[in-house]
């Protein structure tokens, strides 16, 4: 039976496979030269043993035989260095740190080289069980490292499975450097399964979610398309890029150019796009003499100077911030931090990095007729909208992640990190000596406002805290009580916790608050998760994910990854027992429609529950490696398990703790 | 005027239903008809509410007088999608409405040592 590593049968090419690499006598041309194991099994079956009585079905011949059951033959070795050897060159000098991956026959070259001729340094390769997995982990390491990883996919059907893992990068600016192997010599690729994976342009796939995309044809086009795929991804905004990489390309040896010597183009990263000078003086001079200004981050703070930046912004003005999380943009206990209510009585409001201006001023409810939504305006007439938004620069047409049109009275298309030096300076001159009082007095009423917040959120997670489902307030401040002490990260916070950790954790630094996974594809949690505790790891920090179920079960091959390569995570699962979103959507639509849901023998709706029976995640991380315990369904129980758990992370091993939750 | 003077009436009237069904209500069955008809679902099976399900909405121990409730509960244009009479019966409210008032108040929060 063939696999999908199936060799590349060129045992019929006589002659060059490509005009481009003309002269190269062809890898693998004759396949005469066999592995001394393959002739041994070869023999047994060869048609000068002794006659036997002739079958009413034929045996295979040797050659089929061979073909069929036994290993690749071995390729005549051509001389000179191979390709792919010279690709890792290239790669190197791009200092990638790690590959996460699931093997294919279409890239067997480069993975060769990469463990053999790179010695399996910068990158270093992960095994993983979906490409999925592997572009979720890319996506979730950069968000800590602040470094892309690179992964390789098989040119069609893995590309395809990892193209959720790449359209959640595309939506949360993320840069992931996917190349998919690809044999397009249809002359010359095996048939079968190598052409069932074959395909003219894979890169099509993805282009609508990618920054960039190549396909190179000769090996000084591969360095030139890599480099460019690295700077082009780091470029801001952020974004996952792609290439289909030849098989042929990859496995033939490099040829005399002609005497053109090959070269590596060396990586210099671009500046990010800041916002035109005069825009920011008219958006500083709108914030300094707003009554009421308000300031909306969702992903504003690409690094830790980020933060500052926004907290020197903030303080000068003495305006609110509303902080939609898609980074850790503010610190979350400062008392500027508001939520977004404040929206409503705001004059001028300013948006940085939003993945959605139109939802921050106006509200859609889910309950007109006929189950048919409704628009509203949450803000007051004449309120002035400011945004600094770089998406701005890649919109593309076919996927809605844009969202709706919102006129904005300054538009800046440019990096908001950039931008924000610039603006501060803008706005320290534009305010008038004639309103600095009352902007330090704005300041004292948010202070009052604050401490009150925090109060009432404390109240509110107080309510049903020793209920069984746990709630999920106590989930989160239960595993904030053995971790407050360690230089902690949370890595994903999946299923909704009803945001408890952002109410109630004093997140300040960078790498306390990763975001969500952009596209809101579900399966992002786990990969991502892991991909953080990787970099984490290698910086000394403490990860720690709430993880829920359904996600989970999109790739739990993702857990062996994390034993196989020593990724200490803590992931307390969120464990509410269904697609609970789904389930509150079910409901919706059988209420408008006067209908009793119905529900077979689950708690919510068919096809929504994760039950019956229930899944034992602690079971099946314990069969992948992980050190687990569950199902923990009295809140009682829950601390001493977290602090065994955190034990068992800190000597560099995952656990995960399957707790029974309130669903949100 | 008029409409306001049937409002009151049909207010009073629903009262006096309650007070009817209030006598029959039952917390208990109240509980299973939290779950069957899916309030769980947005509420938490104590009623505790949630910031992104429920706008922070608590239901357990409302201080809504039961025909505030009922009107809500029948008749919502927010979020939350309105539950006719075809789809939860009254007595069955009225059980919901008992089971939400007999959840234990929650405790102080001084007494949790993790949320001081």
Known sequence: ?664 | MRNVVKFALALAVAGCVFNGAAQAASAENGRKAFVTHGCWQCHGFEGQGSAVTSNGAVLSNTELPYEAFEAFVRSTNRAMPPYREAILPSADLADIYAFLQSVPKPKDVSSIPLLK
Request: proline share 7%; glycine share 8%.
């Open chain 1, 1 to 664: 039976m063939r696999s999908k590593d199936s060799a590349r049968d060129e045992s019929q090419t006589k002659f060059n496979r490509r005009k481009f690499l003309a002269g190269v006598a062809v890898a693998g041309a004759a396949v005469t030269a066999a592995a001394p194991g393959a002739k041994a099994a070869t023999s047994a079956d060869s048609p000068t043993a002794a006659p036997s009585p002739r079958p009413s079905a034929l045996r295979p011949n040797a050659a089929v035989a061979a073909a069929e059951t036994g290993t690749p033959p071995e390729l005549k070795h051509e001389g000179g260095k191979p390709g792919s050897d010279f690709m890792v060159d290239v790669i190197k000098t791009l200092d990638i740190k790690y590959l996460p991956c699931n093997p294919a026959s279409s890239f067997r070259a480069l993975h060769e080289s990469l463990i053999d001729y790179g010695q399996n340094k910068s990158p270093e390769f992960l095994t993983c069980m979906h490409e999925e997995s592997a572009v979720g982990m890319a996506h979730g390491y950069f968000k800590v490292a602040g470094k892309p990883l690179m992964t390789l996919v098989h040119g069609t059907v893995g590309l395809q499975h990892a193209a959720m893992g790449i359209y959640n990068a595309w939506c949360d600016r993320v840069p992931v450097i996917v190349v998919g192997g690809n044999d397009l010599d249809a002359a010359h690729r095996p048939p079968g399964v190598p052409t069932f994976h074959s395909a003219q342009d894979i890169n099509a796939l993805v282009r609508d979610f990618t920054k960039w995309d190549d396909t190179p044809t000769s090996p000084q086009h591969f360095a030139q398309s890599m480099v460019r795929m690295y700077k082009t991804a780091m470029t801001p905004p952020y974004g996952p890029v792609m290439m289909s990489l030849d098989a042929g390309l990859q496995q033939e040896p490099m040829r005399d150019y002609g005497g053109e010597k090959l070269y590596i183009p060396r990586y210099v990263p671009s500046s990010p796009p800041q916002g035109d000078t005069g825009a920011v003086k008219e958006a500083a001079k709108m914030l300094a003499n707003a009554e009421r200004p308000v300031i909306v981050v969702d992903r504003a703070a690409r690094t830790p100077n980020g933060i500052k930046l926004l907290v020197e912004l903030a303080e000068t003005l003495q305006a609110a911030v509303v902080d939609q999380g898609g980074r850790m943009n503010f610190p979350k206990m400062h008392y500027l931090n508001r939520p977004p209510n404040v929206i409503g009585q705001a004059d001028v409001i300013i948006g940085m990095e939003l993945s959605d201006f139109w939802a921050v001023v106006n509200g859609y409810v889910d309950n007109g007729d006929h189950g048919i939504g409704f628009n509203e305006s949450k803000i007051k007439a004449g309120t002035k909208l400011i945004s600094i938004n770089s998406v701005e620069l890649i919109t593309k047409s076919n996927y809605q992640d844009f969202q709706r049109f919102q006129v904005v009275d300054v538009s800046m298309p440019a990096d908001a990190e950039a931008t924000l030096p610039a603006l501060i300076e803008a706005v320290r001159s534009a305010i008038p000596d004639s309103r600095k009082d009352a902007i330090a007095k704005r300041g004292e009423a948010f202070r009052k406002a604050s401490a009150n917040g925090r109060e009432n959120v404390k109240k509110a997670a107080a309510i049903a805290w020793d209920a069984s489902p746990i709630s999920t307030a106590r989930l989160v401040m239960e595993t904030w009580n053995q971790i407050k002490d360690l230089d902690w990260s949370l890595v994903a916070s999946e299923g909704n916790v009803s945001n408890w950790p952002n109410r109630l954790w004093p997140m300040e630094k960078h790498h306390h608050w990763l975001g969500r996974s952009g596209g809101y594809g579900v399966g992002y949690g786990a990969p991502a998760s892991i991909g953080a505790a990787l970099a984490n790891r290698d910086l000394g920090r403490f990860s720690v994910s709430f993880q829920s179920d359904g996600d989970l079960m999109y790739a739990p091959g993702v857990l062996w990854t994390a034993a196989r390569h020593k990724i200490p995570l803590l992931a307390v699962m969120h464990n509410n027992r269904g697609y609970h979103q789904e389930s509150m959507h079910v409901q919706r639509l059988a209420n408008f429609r006067n209908r009793v849901v119905y529900n077979g023998n689950d708690l919510a709706a068919l096809g929504t529950s994760i039950e019956n029976p229930d899944i034992e995640y602690h079971k099946l991380a314990q069969s992948m490696g992980w050190w687990a315990k569950g199902p923990i369904k009295d809140p009682a129980d829950l601390g001493p398990a977290i602090k065994e758990a955190v034990a068992v992370v800190q000597s560099g091993q995952p656990a995960l703790l399957n707790v029974w939750t309130q669903p949100r």
